[in-house]
């Protein structure tokens, strides 16, 4: 948290990032995004025997992340693949962002998108405790 912290405040205000909107509300999605990549890690490593098998995990989960998460124009995706968006948590974590650091937009616009992020959250969490639960007496 201290190191989203950093890092959005040295973004905004030392590299003089568009900023539009609340910084509360940057400091608030980057902390989400934080604790749903962190749930979404711990999820991924309960299902490798080691840190190659995690490694492996990277091509095949975060990195589809970034093409589908508004960074690219989704509209150039064909029909059959732009649904992997949405069920990315940085599609909503960007959305949200572009929302505030460029639109300026305040709460109305950014709530669902954290809902998703904490709705992401705990549905890592959720299959974490179902998988250790093979492995561990909870």
Known sequence: MIQSTIIVAYAIYVLGMVMEGAFGYVLLITLLLALTALTLGILLSSFA?????????????????????????LETISDWLSWIGYITPLYYAAEALRNVMVRGYGW???????????????????????????????
Request: zero cysteines.
């Open 108 to 138: 109305d616009a950014i709530y669902l998108n954290l809902a998703f992020l904490v709705g992401f959250s705990l549905l890592f969490i959720s299959i974490n405790v179902v998988s250790l639960r093979k492995y561990r007496k909870i």
């Open 49 to 73: 025997n080691n840190e190659l098998q995690m490694m492996q995990f990277i091509p095949i989960i975060v990195i589809p992340q970034v093409f589908f998460s508004g960074l690219f124009n």
